[in-house]
Structure formats: C-alpha cells, structure tokens
C-alpha cells in the first residue's frame, strides 16, 4: 500500500476508533469531574492530579461507551440517528471494538491506580459496570425506568473528581450526584420525545413509545421541578452563596418554562429546544458553582 493511500485509511479507522468512546457525551463527564476535582478542596486543585484523574477517568468511560456501542449495535442499526456509527455500519469489527475497549479501560484503571489514588479506580470501576453491565445490559431493555435508574452511572463524574483529589467522597460531592442524577430524566426524555419512532424501531421500552408523549412530557415538568428544588442544595449546605444561588434560580426558571411549554402543547422543535438547553443548563449551572466557589476564595 502506498503512503498516499496509507494515511487515509489510517485517519479513518482512528476517527472510527474515536466515535466509539461517544466524545460528546465523555466530553460533559469529563467537564463534570473537573468541577468535583476544583471543587474539591479551597485552593487550585494539583495539576498533576488534575492531569491524571482526568485522562483515567476519561479513557474509562471511553471504554464503557465502546462497550455499550457494542451491546447494541443490533439496536443502533435500527435508528436513524445512529446507524452510521463504526458497528452497525461495518466499518470496525466486534473483536476490534472488544480489544480497544480493554486496552483503553485498562490503561485508564493503570492510570487511576497508579497515579492518583485507590478510591477514584474503583469508584471509576464500579460506574463503568454501572453503565456498561447494570444499564446498557439489564435496564435499558427491561424497563421504560431505565434512565432513572441508569442515571446513577451517569451521575459519578464529580464524585470521582472529588475523590481523585481529596481521596474520600463527602456529602458534599454527592450533593453534585443529586443534581446530575435528577438532571437526567428532563434532559433524556426531551431528546426520547423526538426521536419516537426511532425509539419504536429499536425495541427499546422508552418512556415515549411505552407510555406516550403526554405522559412524558408531564414527567419532564414534575422532574424539572424537583432538579430546581435539588440545586438548592449547594447553598443549603453551605458548599455555595449568593451568586451560584442567583443562577441556579435564573437557570432553573427558563428550564421551568421550557417544560411548562413543552406540557402544554408538543413540537418537535420545542423539543429539540429543551433539550439543547438542558446540556447549556449543566454546563452553566456548574460553571456558576465554581465561580462561586473561587470568588469566596479571593474576597475572603
């Protein structure tokens, strides 16, 4: 083979291997557990465990959606939104996929092991089975709860943060867990409610197909309530002041309105909406947190 040829195909099969770890979705767990890292103690966290703690749990939770891509290609080969992805659409194999995701799992326990601490490796591990096993395997097809309880995984991010910097896990990080955990549902469901038929297609028992857009769309407005009751906590507990507090209202009432729209009448655009907030809510909400965080630092 020629190099001309050579570096194309070579470019291409590591994109395949990229998409594979789901870089959006570790891009937002990886942004969650640098805020438990930062938040973790009063001064900058170190930057050598910021370095390690993040490139192991990133590397692990590449490898635990490499996992799921694997478990159900049979499932994204039936949807329109994921059909293109390296399995279904042949372009990498199983035993490729199985080998890449126990070489990255691997050097990402290697990583958390040896250069951080013990907590933060099996507390990684236990979320990679959380999300790869426990719902990817067991929920997802049994149950149109699945994302509630699946969500637990999906809400260790800053805890394994925080553990990767002060090597324990407080009340204060399951503080952040809470939030993210409540946040799932609102954030999920938006997204299930326009992509139906896809859901349908799948097999898959989601809240839309199971029980119907009126009844999801009323579940996304009760759980919105009770994420803006949750992000509370942090002021209630004394981890945040004013400031944070001030934009988790401001936040929270825009994702109210979204939802009481959204209950009100459906479209798919509004949909669609909601659901891209959602992701800018997290991100905005958790910023605000750590500005808040570092401002009581320096003003005393």
């Not at 570790?26 to 942004?31: A, G, Q, S, T, V």
């Not at 399995?87 to 194999?93: C, M, R, W």
């Amino acid at each position: 083979m020629s190099a001309s040829l050579a570096r194309p195909w070579s470019t291409s099969v590591l994109r395949q291997y990229y998409v594979l770890t789901k870089p959006r979705v570790n891009l937002l767990i990886l942004f969650c557990a640098v805020i438990g890292m930062l938040l973790a103690q009063p001064t900058l966290a170190p930057i050598d465990t910021l370095v390690y703690g993040t490139l192991g749990i990133g590397f692990v939770a590449g490898a635990a959606a490499a996992v799921n891509c694997l478990v159900e290609s049979h499932i994204d080969a039936k949807m329109a939104r994921t059909a293109w992805r390296p399995l279904p659409s042949g372009t990498l194999t199983v035993p490729q996929t199985l080998v890449f995701s126990g070489l990255l799992g691997g050097i990402g326990m290697w990583i958390l092991f040896h250069f951080v601490n013990p907590l933060t490796a099996w507390l990684t591990l236990a979320t990679f089975v959380g999300y790869a096993i426990v719902y990817t395997l067991i929920l997802k097809p049994l149950t149109p709860q699945n994302i509630v309880i699946g969500g637990a995984s999906g809400a260790m991010p800053p805890v394994l943060g925080w553990a990767a910097v002060a090597n324990e896990a407080p009340p204060e990080a399951w503080v952040l867990f809470l939030i993210i955990f409540v946040w799932t549902p609102p954030h999920f469901w938006a997204l299930a409610l326009y992509r139906t038929e896809d859901y349908a297609r799948s097999g898959l028992p989601m809240l839309p197909v199971t029980h119907g857009s009126d009844f999801t769309r009323l579940q996304i407005l009760l759980y919105t309530v009770l994420l803006v009751a949750t992000t509370l906590l942090p002021t209630a507990v004394g981890m945040s002041g004013y400031l944070y507090l001030t934009a988790a209202l401001l936040l929270g009432a825009r994702f109210l309105y979204l939802a009481w729209v959204l209950y009100r009448g459906y479209s798919e655009a509004l949909a669609k909406q909601t659901f891209r907030f959602s992701i800018n809510y997290l991100a905005l909400l958790f910023a605000a947190l750590l500005i808040d965080h570092y401002s009581a630092i320096v003003l005393g």
